[in-house]
């Protein structure tokens, strides 16, 4: 432990080398999160609607996705993709694309939890009052759903964010990347992982906090 020095972490090099990783792993996870709610409650919505033809593919997609681990999702979309289309995307880009049809998997089992958590009072309710069954989920369904399961989505959202680190495995710059480059320019770099750790440590407790508050006034609300 004596051995290790963090000096060389000055704001020069955290600006030029874990700022953009920091920006990018963000955005991948706010860009997944979104996606990934907005199709994961398409699938939820699918599998909930009773009719097989819109139940099974639903159904084999999130189940597909879930058994497979995201890393190898992510080798095989960046190495796949190029090759079938004939089009490079780019790590980046072929990041964003893969977390957010893994996300919408997961984000689709949390969302149907969150739809028949609703007592089905409210929606034989909403039809009562002549509304449609688009409405009904938009206005009563819905929202309630997202209230209930909102700690839940969450906390994804905090395991999203430390799944971003697996963009590593395809050169993609995120924030594991940009404290990796500033240790090994600087020949520091068992400093540079115990110093991205850290970083996680801060950033995860941080926000584990906040779903917790979150949760309480939840339940307060119930």
């Known amino acids: 432990m004596s051995n290790l020095d963090f000096s060389f972490f000055t704001w020069e090099v955290i600006r030029r080398y874990v700022l953009n990783g920091l920006a990018f792993s963000v955005l991948l996870t ?19 609607s009773g009719r097989r033809w819109l139940d099974w593919p639903a159904a084999f997609y999130v189940n597909t ?5 995201l890393v190898m999702i992510l ?14 995307i780019g790590a980046e880009r072929s990041a964003v694309i893969t977390f957010v049809a893994f996300e919408a998997a997961l984000f689709a089992e949390i969302m149907r939890a969150g739809i028949q958590s609703v007592p089905a009072g409210q929606a034989h ?29 969450l906390t994804q ?11 590593y495995a395809i050169g993609a710059y995120d924030l594991l ?17 115990l110093a991205v750790a850290l970083v ?15 949760h309480q006034k939840v339940a307060i609300i119930r």
């Open 200 to 214: 996680y440590l801060a950033i995860c407790s941080s926000l584990s906090y906040l779903v917790k508050r979150v």
């Open 30 to 48: 706010v860009i997944a999160t979104v996606g990934g709610v907005a199709i994961g409650t398409l699938l939820a919505l699918m599998r909930l």
């Open 65 to 69: 996705m879930r058994a497979i681990p």
């Open 125 to 153: 309710a909403g039809f009562a009052l002549g509304m449609s069954y688009a409405q009904n989920m938009r206005l009563v369904v819905l929202p309630q759903a997202f209230r209930n399961m909102l700690p839940v989505l």
């Open 157 to 167: 959202v905090i395991a999203l964010f430390q799944d971003t680190t697996l963009v």
């Open 75 to 88: 080798l095989w979309f960046f190495l796949l993709a190029p090759r079938i289309t004939g089009l490079y």
């Open 177 to 193: 990347k940009g404290f990796e480059g500033a240790g090994r320019n600087y020949g520091r770099t068992p400093e540079a992982y």
